[in-house]
Structure formats: C-alpha cells, structure tokens
C-alpha cells in the first residue's frame, strides 16, 4: 500500500532559526495536505497542494509540491514559540475522500 | 457550530470488554473517518464512510466495527478489547471538493487504555 515518509523525526531549534521538515510519498499523489498538532490537540488543516511544483505561503509558512507529486516540503522561517508542536503530511489516491495516509510526523521543539 | 466532537473523552477497559466511540459532525459532511494514533506511528485510518449507510474498511480494520446509520454520525466498536487497541482515536469528516480535495476536519480525540 501507499506509504508516505517523513523526516527528520524530531527537531530542535532555538527561537528564531528556520525549520524544514521533507515528505515523500511511494506513489504519486492527487494532492498532498498538511496538519499541525499542538501536543494534547488534534490535527489541524493548515494547507492543500494540489498542482505539480505547487508554492503556497501563510505568513511565515512556505509549502512546495514537487513536480513529480511524489514529494513536498514545509518551510517555517523565523520560528516562535507558537509553532511548537507535530507537522503532519498526508496523502490519498483519491484526494484523501477514501481517509489520508499520513506521514509520522515531525515533531518541533523550540527553545526560547 | 460544535463542529467534530467526540465521546467519550476518556477510558479505561478491561480485556475482553466492549464499548462503543461516538462522533458526531454538524457540517453536513459526506465523508467521515476513524484514525488511531500511537506513539511513533501517526495516524493510521481504520475505517471511513462515504455517505450515510455505507462504511469500508482502512489501513487497520481489524477488531474494530463501524455504523453509519444517520448521516452526522459515525459510531467506532471495539467488541472485545486488547491492550494492543490502546490508542487515542480521532474522528474526522469532510465534504467533496473535487478540484481541492478532502480537506479532513478532526475531532478532540478519545483516549482509551485497556488493561
């Protein structure tokens, strides 16, 4: 079945230093989505990328999709204290209506 | 709107018993789904709804049994608990969006320990 990687595992960073955490995925997908979890919560939908070689930004937030729709990338610059919390990728043949196949997750730990 | 919401919060089981998760959604959704997310793992889809009366299974179906008799909600039942069913389990719907896919709106989750 599909399987979608994510990396690094975990990552620290001090208060102002960039971040960037890589998803690929084994089969080519229709589009790609990001969620944040904030630890205790639950995933958030933070974007959509629908289009080979796709950039969207949100403020700080850049997210790309490769041109072969097997990969995408987050992009956090200047992080805060707010952004704490697991990046998830997720991906489905279908778009995600038959459920998403996530990616483990990239945990960010800022220190001030 | 409530949104996604999920019950119970919290629970605790003993082997071999049964309980039912209940989500219900006030978006007028098509689309619903059970995850369990463990420790490492993220989140892995158990079974999914495409509309009212229909289910299919996911990644992980097994011990685990689904209804969608009433298009808000979406019932998750476990049978016959195993340790291996501790998790947190979250709920989600979404609508079709063909041009922009199924953006998945989550519910607060359930946390169940069996013992």
């Known amino acids: 079945g599909q399987q979608v990687m994510q990396i690094p595992q975990y990552q620290h960073v001090q208060e102002g230093e960039d971040f960037t955490t890589y998803c690929n995925s084994s089969?080519?997908?229709?589009?790609i989505q990001w969620y944040k979890q904030r630890p205790g919560g639950h995933p958030v939908f933070l974007i959509q990328?629908?289009?080979?070689?796709e950039v969207k930004k949100q403020k700080r937030l850049t997210f790309q999709f490769g041109e072969a729709k097997k990969n995408s990338s987050l992009h956090i610059t200047a992080t805060q204290t707010t952004d704490v919390g697991t990046y998830f990728c997720?991906?489905?043949?279908?778009?995600?209506?038959?459920?998403?196949?996530f990616g483990k997750g990239t945990h960010l730990i800022i220190q001030p | 709107n409530a949104g996604v919401t999920q019950t119970p919060k919290f629970r605790v089981l003993k082997t071999g018993q049964s309980m039912t998760l209940l989500c219900a959604q006030d978006m007028n959704h098509e689309y619903m789904y059970w995850y369990r997310q463990d420790p490492g793992m993220g989140l892995r889809l158990i079974h999914y709804s495409v509309g009212e009366g229909t289910t299919a299974k996911g990644e992980v179906p097994d011990g685990y049994n689904v209804s969608r008799l009433k298009k808000q909600n979406f019932l998750l039942g476990l049978e016959s608990a195993a340790p291996s069913q501790t998790s947190v389990y979250f709920c989600?719907?979404?609508?079709?969006?063909?041009?922009?896919?199924?953006?998945?709106?989550f519910g607060p989750g359930t946390r169940l320990t069996v013992t």
């Open positions: 989600a719907s979404s609508y079709s969006n063909r041009l922009q896919g199924y953006e998945q709106y």
């Open positions: 997720a991906g489905g043949p279908g778009g995600g209506a038959d459920g998403l196949t």
């Open positions: 089969t080519t997908l229709s589009n």
């Open positions: 990328l629908v289009k080979s070689g």
